[in-house]
C-alpha cells in the first residue's frame, strides 16, 4: 500500500469570512472547520501522516484549545507563511520520509467525501500527479475593474480545481525547489507541478467539493453535511469531548 503525508492548509488570512473569530475555528455543526477537515485523513490506513499548518498567530490559540486532540490524531503543526505556496513550502520540510506522495487539501474544504479521496489517491499512484475538479456549468463573463462585462468565455474544457491535490513525493519537491524562478501568481500546488512539466490527471468531482470563503458557505456546508451518508466520528475520550 502507497503511504500518503497530508498538508491540511489552513494559514489563511480568511479577510472575506468576515467577524470576530477566523473562519479555522468557526463550527461547522459544532465542530471546527479546521477539524472536519482533517478528521477525513487521521484514520486512513495509507495515510503516515498529517500535518496542520497554520498562521503564526493563530499557533497560541491552537496550542491551549486543542494541542491534547491534535497530539491525540498524530497532527503535526507547523507556521505557514503569507502565500499558499509558503505554507506549503513550510510544510514540505517536515514531511516523512516514510510517504511516497504528499496531498495537500483545503481546510476549508470540510465537505471532500471519503470516495473522492480514494478516487484522488488511486489516480495520482497511477499518473503520478492528480487533482478532483468541477466541471463549470454556468456561463462564465471576464468583467472589468469597472463592472462591466468585456467578454463572454468558452466554457467547454473548463474546470474547478478542488483538493485534496495529490502528487508522487519527488515530483512535489521539485517543482517547489523552481518557485523561486516562477514570476506569475501561484494560486494552487498543481500549478507548480505544471510549470515543472509534468502533467496533471483530473478525477472528476463535483460542486459540492466547496471551500468555504465567507459566512453564509457555512450555511450551505452544513447542509451538504447533512445529505452525505452518515459515518462514525473518530472516538475521543470524554476529556478531548470537552474540549471541542
Same mark, same amino acid.
Request: aromatic share 6%; charged share 25%.
Given at each position: ?11 489563511? &488570512? ?6 470576530v473569530?477566523?473562519? *479555522? ?14 478528521? /477525513? ?5 495509507? %495515510?503516515?501522516? *498529517? ?24 497532527? &503535526?503543526?507547523?507556521?505557514?507563511g ?15 520520509d ?5 496531498? %495537500? /487539501? ?29 466541471p463549470?456549468?454556468?456561463? %462564465? ?10 467578454? *463572454?468565455?468558452?466554457?467547454?474544457g ?6 485534496p ?8 519537491l ?18 507548480? %507541478?505544471e510549470?515543472?512539466? /509534468? ?8 460542486? *459540492? ?5 465567507? &459566512? ?9 453535511? &447533512?445529505?452525505?451518508?452518515a ?14
Amino acid at each position: 500500500m502507497s503511504k500518503f503525508s497530508v498538508i491540511i492548509a489552513a494559514a489563511g &488570512k480568511a479577510e472575506r469570512f468576515g467577524g470576530v473569530e477566523k473562519k *479555522t475555528f468557526a463550527k461547522l455543526d459544532g465542530r471546527p472547520v479546521f477539524l472536519r477537515s482533517v478528521e /477525513h485523513f487521521v484514520t486512513r490506513p495509507d %495515510v503516515c501522516q *498529517t500535518i496542520l499548518a497554520i498562521a503564526p498567530e493563530d499557533m497560541g490559540t491552537m496550542k491551549s484549545k486543542y494541542a491534547a486532540n491534535l497530539g491525540f490524531m498524530g497532527v &503535526k503543526l507547523v507556521e505557514g507563511g503569507d502565500r499558499r505556496c509558503d505554507t506549503v513550502a513550510a510544510a514540505l520540510k517536515i514531511v516523512s520520509d516514510d510517504a511516497e506522495f504528499v496531498a %495537500v /487539501h483545503d481546510a476549508s474544504r470540510a465537505c471532500v467525501t471519503t470516495e473522492m479521496i480514494n478516487e484522488v489517491f488511486a489516480e495520482a499512484v497511477k499518473a503520478g500527479a492528480a487533482i478532483p475538479a468541477a466541471p463549470i456549468t454556468g456561463t %462564465v463573463k471576464r468583467v472589468a475593474e469597472s463592472m462591466v462585462v468585456e467578454g *463572454t468565455e468558452l466554457r467547454a474544457g473548463l474546470y474547478e480545481a478542488q483538493t485534496p491535490q495529490v502528487f508522487r513525493k519527488d515530483l512535489l519537491l521539485d517543482a517547489y525547489a523552481r518557485l523561486g524562478e516562477i514570476k506569475e501568481e501561484i494560486t494552487d500546488d498543481a500549478q507548480l %507541478v505544471e510549470l515543472a512539466g /509534468h502533467p496533471v490527471a483530473v478525477v472528476k468531482s463535483t460542486p *459540492t467539493n466547496i471551500k468555504i470563503t465567507t &459566512k453564509g458557505d457555512m450555511t450551505l456546508a452544513s447542509a451538504i453535511l &447533512k445529505a452525505q451518508p452518515a459515518k462514525a466520528a473518530p472516538r475521543m475520550s470524554a476529556f478531548e469531548e470537552a474540549q471541542w
